[in-house]
């Protein structure tokens, strides 16, 4: 009996080919995810290929090979990704997968991370916030977080760096691997160039459920 396949929703990033995988009941969400993944980055040019694995630029991808590349990490990390935990940044000319407040918070809740504040320090040039994460197995990580002072209200740039230094310490202690704005120069720093629609994420999801 020939093998069943299925055909996934995700063209090829350098033609409008459909890859096409088999089809196993027992292969999990995650794995069709990065089963369809890999058939797709299989075909970029070794150029591009450098420039994802080494790099970890995703802005040579497709917008339908992005989608499930968001899918994937969120399924990976068992975030909600209809919550929109993440998004596509652009740093130093590069697009990268940023982790966001919302998705830092989603993953303290998920792995019982506690968090608290060791102290903080403010200067007439700088406010700085120092915090520790806790597993529930005792294993804790430090971490800190500092904003320049500039006019305006003090009490929102201290929500803000409490906010960055929670994002920063929960990133470490789960081992996510996230890129931070911070390791980009400042020049380099750019908003969000793509955050993916509600509807597209449930459409990547349901292609693999």
């Given amino acids: ?30 794995e069709k995810l990065a089963a369809q993944l890999n058939l797709a980055v299989s075909e970029l040019p070794d150029r591009d290929m450098e420039r994802l ?33 993440l998004e596509f940044l652009s740093l130093s000319g590069k697009t990268v997968l940023y982790m966001k407040k919302e998705g830092a918070e989603m993953l303290r809740v998920k792995h019982g991370v506690s968090v608290e504040v060791l102290k903080d320090e403010t200067t007439p040039e700088m406010y700085t916030v120092w915090v520790r994460a806790t597993m529930p ?27 960055k230094a929670l994002r920063r310490v929960t990133l470490a202690i789960t081992g996510c691997g996230f890129t931070d704005e911070d390791d980009a120069p400042p020049t380099g720093r750019h908003a969000a160039v793509f955050e993916p629609p509600a509807a597209a994420l449930a459409a990547a999801g349901n292609a693999v459920a």
């Fill in 1 to 30: 009996m020939p093998e069943e396949t299925t055909q996934a929703v995700i063209p090829s990033p350098v033609s409008t080919a459909v890859a096409v995988v088999p089809a196993s009941p027992s292969l999990s969400r995650k």
């Fill in 53 to 85: 694995l080494i790099g970890g630029d995703i802005g040579m991808l497709s917008p339908p090979v992005k989608l499930a590349y968001y899918a994937y990490q969120c399924e990976r990390m068992g975030l909600d990704p209809m919550s929109r935990p």
């Fill in 137 to 163: 197995d005792g294993r804790h990580e430090d971490n800190i977080a500092a904003l320049p002072i500039v006019k305006g209200d003090l009490g929102i740039l201290k929500m803000k760096c409490y906010s």
